[in-house]
């Protein structure tokens, strides 16, 4: 941050030198000082800071946004949570792992709602407890909790059939999640 308001600093610095002008600045002070700039000299001197001020403030701009991409921030952490919640009861789901619950579904869920939020290395999915309640964070101070509810789904399961000609189904699910601030 220490480093976006040096930049900004910095432009804000020339952008003086742009609109007080040099002539101003420097030899008005010597009226009568021999070899003074021309008026075209001078002049490209303004561009020239507002074209260094115009860089520096990019400069800035360009380091905060890379910082923001680089976290998130919390509303972004629930309204990624919340994205998920609506996409996982789209559809019926199946349990994938009677230990994991839906861990690895969520996970996948949050971090195809928050593709452009932030740093995909920084979400995590943790199974609060032996329940339907997920932690899920996306930084040190980003924490969400996603309480999921199941209903076996009116549509019956996936047909699987048997290697020895026989047949069954894996149930599938109705999922319906809330999204809470805090840790669960």
Not at 169 to 176: A, D, V
Request: hydrophobic share 40%; glycine share 12%; net charge negative.
């Amino acid at each position: 941050m220490a480093v976006v308001v040096f930049l900004f600093v910095i432009a804000t610095g020339f952008l003086v030198i742009a609109l007080v002008g040099p002539y101003r600045l420097y030899w008005r002070a010597r009226p009568h000082a021999p070899r003074q700039p021309s008026d075209g000299a001078l002049a490209l001197g303004r561009v020239a800071a507002f074209g260094v001020a115009g860089i520096f403030a990019f400069g800035g701009c360009s380091v905060q946004a890379s910082i923001d991409k680089g976290t998130w921030s919390a509303s972004e952490v629930r309204e990624a949570a919340e994205d998920a919640a609506e996409s996982m009861a789209a559809e019926p789901q199946i349990r994938r792992d009677p230990t994991d619950g839906y861990t690895s579904l969520i996970e996948a869920a949050v971090l195809r709602a928050g593709e452009d939020q932030g740093p995909s290395y920084k979400v995590s999915v943790e199974r609060a407890g032996e329940g339907h309640d997920y932690e899920i964070a996306g930084g040190s101070d980003t924490t969400v909790c996603m309480h999921v509810t199941e209903e076996t789904s009116s549509e019956g399961g996936v047909f699987v059939p048997g290697a020895d000609g026989s047949s069954g189904s894996i149930p599938e699910y109705e999922l319906t999640a809330t999204v809470d601030d805090g840790a669960c």
